[in-house]
């Protein structure tokens, strides 16, 4: 019969029950669902202050003992940069003078070759049509995204509407600049890259967005080369309508576009420009992250903008207080909702407080906050010193006004955290493109 007595093992047979180190333990069983960023080149931020050395790592900066509920204020520093337009333009510039500042000549040229290249590739065998092919050019090729403009400023059922006899329908601007068949063979020959010389799955420079590649990186680098971003900055993901099939394709329900390519993003929450972006390509084997996907994320976005005293906002999704920590190390300032259970949390995150409490911790220049408006609320902010004024506002609690305290950090973070949605909410006011099978022309009107 079994007794309660603990049978004792050399350290020989430890070890080889055990192993020697955590390094033999499968890392697909890990929890961390880290993502696999679209450039890896792009991905290599300074992570030297996130390398933490094994001391560390045993102690896993143990947040508890450094929160305390003793708050002290803080000074943050004034913005550095000098926000606005870095491109020459004319007094009377218009807005097609900026346009051609992001789309230059270089990239119209690029997109006119392989145009012209794919149109010749897949009419080879089609004799008839290859001798009937007309070459794009750059003039053409600029018409044809006015065109394309316009559309999504005058939306009619079909695309051949537009040059339609109906004065009701057709469009006499349209029809003057580009012929009906013309516009059709440039929309079923558009390309960016020249698909034949893309390495396949397995070869070294396999790109799942190599189809849209010199177009990414391009309208990418003008856009930052060509405006400087105020103060405020808010990261979050958008999303590009498709649903069609795609290995990194997602489903977000919660969403008003609930099926196509997530794109991660940075704007200006002043006015919506688009700072930096990056599609979401799924899980990538043989990549690992060492603080979890929605740190990457941020210091991905914000990277270009780091140690200029800008103000970053961001969700529970992202918000981690490592991540706060190392972007103030930086001189950037974050303010951003928080789940209670992410680990470095102070204790009073899981405090029960009712209509109008507002609990309070700080760890450095992180303050935490907790507060109950309908439910509870909490917020992670570098950007916010405890002696900043809150405001009073009414609530209606069992049938009676009542007044509570609203805290600061909540109108600041409800301020500025829309720059990504009001990115989103103009380009899909007017958009730009028809339904199609081919993702990459998403992408591309999503860029345009």
């Known amino acids: 019969m079994a007794t309660g007595t603990r049978m004792a093992i050399s350290e020989e047979e430890f070890r080889e029950i055990f192993g020697d ?12 669902d880290f993502q696999g960023f679209s450039d890896p080149e792009d991905s290599d931020f300074d992570l030297r202050e996130a390398e933490i050395d094994d001391q560390e790592n045993n102690a896993l900066y143990d947040y508890e003992i450094q929160w305390s509920d003793e708050l002290s204020n803080f000074e943050i520093p004034e913005f550095s940069g000098q926000p606005g337009i870095k491109v020459d333009l004319a007094d009377d510039a218009e807005a097609k003078h ?23 590739q897949t009419l080879a065998n089609k ?12 003039a053409e090729m600029k018409a044809y995204f006015g065109l394309c403009v316009i559309m999504g400023l005058n939306v009619v059922p079909k695309i051949s509407d537009y040059w339609s006899t109906d004065p009701f329908l057709g469009n006499e601007a349209i029809k003057q600049t580009m012929a009906r068949n013309r516009f059709q063979e440039i929309s079923r020959f558009l390309h960016f890259a020249d698909s034949c010389v893309a390495p396949k799955k397995g070869q070294d420079g396999f790109d799942r967005l190599y189809k849209v590649r010199p177009v990414l990186s391009t309208v990418l680098k003008n856009c930052q080369n060509c405006y400087s971003p105020r103060k405020n900055i808010a990261v979050d993901e958008g999303m590009i309508a498709f649903k069609g099939r795609l290995s990194f394709r997602q489903y977000l329900p919660a969403k008003p576009t609930k099926y196509g390519i997530k794109v991660w993003m940075a704007a200006d929450s002043s ?12 899980s990538e084997e043989g990549r690992r992250r060492i603080h979890g996907l929605g740190y990457d994320v941020v210091m991905n976005m914000i990277k270009p903008y780091l140690n200029k005293q800008h103000h970053v906002f961001f969700d529970n999704f992202f918000s981690s207080p490592r991540l706060l920590e190392h972007l103030e190390m930086q001189n950037t300032y974050a303010c951003s909702t928080v ?14 407080i009712t209509v109008g409490e507002l609990v309070q911790a700080q760890k450095g220049k992180i303050l935490f906050t907790k507060w109950h408006d309908k439910r509870d609320v909490t917020f992670l902010s570098t950007n916010i010193s405890p002696d900043q004024p809150s405001r009073t506002v009414e609530r209606t609690i069992r049938g009676k006004a009542v007044q509570i305290v609203k805290p600061l950090v909540s109108d600041i973070y409800t301020k500025y955290m829309g720059g990504v949605d009001l990115a989103e ?3 899909n006011k007017y958009k730009i493109g028809r339904q199609s099978r081919k993702w990459c022309k998403y992408f591309f009107w999503f860029n345009l």
């Open 127 to 138: 004799p008839n049509q290859l001798a009937k092919w007309v070459d794009v050019t750059r």
């Open 21 to 32: 180190s955590d390094e033999e333990l499968d890392e697909n069983n890990s929890d961390i």
């Open 339 to 352: 789940r209670c259970n992410r680990k470095g949390m102070p204790p009073c995150a899981s405090a029960k």
């Open 98 to 120: 900026y346009f051609f500042k992001l789309f230059g000549d270089d990239l119209f040229d690029l997109i006119v070759v392989e145009t012209n290249r794919y149109a010749r």
């Open 425 to 427: 909410h103009r380009i």
């Open 271 to 282: 006015n919506g420009y688009v700072l930096n972006f990056d599609i979401y390509l799924g």
